[in-house]
């Protein structure tokens, strides 16, 4: 038989006293919580401002090819293009919007725009050039003057905060 002595050392009790007070202390900072207000702000999202950029691919007869648009973001938060259509045509504060660049050896019935739904192209917050794939169509039958043409295509851009 085994007789513990129920004995323990002054230095014993004071580790021991110290390792609970520890312990507890330490558990208590994990249980911390308190209430109280947070600030927040709902952005205000304002439209961007978009204009022709350079192309970066060019169209060949009975094929696509990309629409590279200049975003002016001042949102100040990332937005997604998810949508891209025509706005040949329309009227506007300086008349109706028109394609450019084009000639009489090469009118602008030679290209159409792709309407282009479903779309999440990230636009980043400032200033920076995007691009759409296979937005534009060249006809079949598109002359040999079309070769070569730079142009601007007047597009509806539709956009989407957040990610």
Sequence with gaps: MI???????????????LFVIITATALA?????????AGGKIATLTAPVVSAAAASSGCVPSGSCDATVRV???????LKITGITSAKGEQYSGGTRQATGFNASCPDTNVTVAPKTSLAVDVPAGTSNVTVPNVYALSPSAPDACQGLSFTYPVRVDFKAGT
């Design 72 to 78: 002016e973001n001042t949102s100040g938060a990332a």
């Design 3 to 17: 007789v513990f002595n129920r004995r323990i050392t002054k230095p014993a009790a004071i580790g021991l006293a």
């Design 29 to 37: 900072a994990w249980l911390v919580s308190s209430t109280g207000d």
